[in-house]
């Protein structure tokens, strides 16, 4: 068992290490300036970013109605309201955005380049899709 947990925490260090993190987890660690969503778990908030980079990347209708589905089929967020942000949403949300586009941020990671106001529009552009599919 003991060589099992071991293995287990090798190989995620390794899987981080080498992995291609993009704007989702960016999206993530900016969603942490906001109060109301501490109480949500890491991979609900990734969940949201990933919507919100496939906006960002121009993804098809079909790939985000497709990630859109899975999310509503686990339970996870895919509106800015699930993620407890309801109010004052214009200057909580561009926090958001600029803390996703820090220096170091993984955003940067993307193969083009990417603003606090391109993040911003993808997470408003994300949380429509997100209430549409919910209608």
Do not use: W
Not at 35 to 62: D, I, P, R
Not at 120 to 126: D, E, G, M, R
């Amino acid at each position: 068992m003991e060589r099992i947990i071991e293995a287990n925490t090798y190989l995620s260090g390794i899987g981080f290490e080498s992995s291609g993190l993009a704007a989702a987890h960016a999206i993530h660690n900016g969603f942490t300036v906001l109060e109301e969503c501490h109480h949500l778990y890491h991979g609900e908030k990734v969940a949201f970013g990933t919507l919100t980079q496939l906006v960002l990347q121009n993804s098809s209708m079909e790939e985000i109605e497709t990630v859109l589905s899975f999310c509503q089929q686990l339970g996870l967020p895919i509106t800015l309201a699930e993620m407890g942000v309801s109010q004052d949403i214009e200057r909580k949300i561009r926090a958001v955005a600029e803390a996703s586009c820090a220096e170091g941020e993984t955003i940067h990671n993307m193969p083009f380049a990417v603003t606090a106001d391109s993040v911003y529009a993808a997470i408003i552009v994300a949380d429509r899709l997100g209430q549409a599919f919910l209608n």
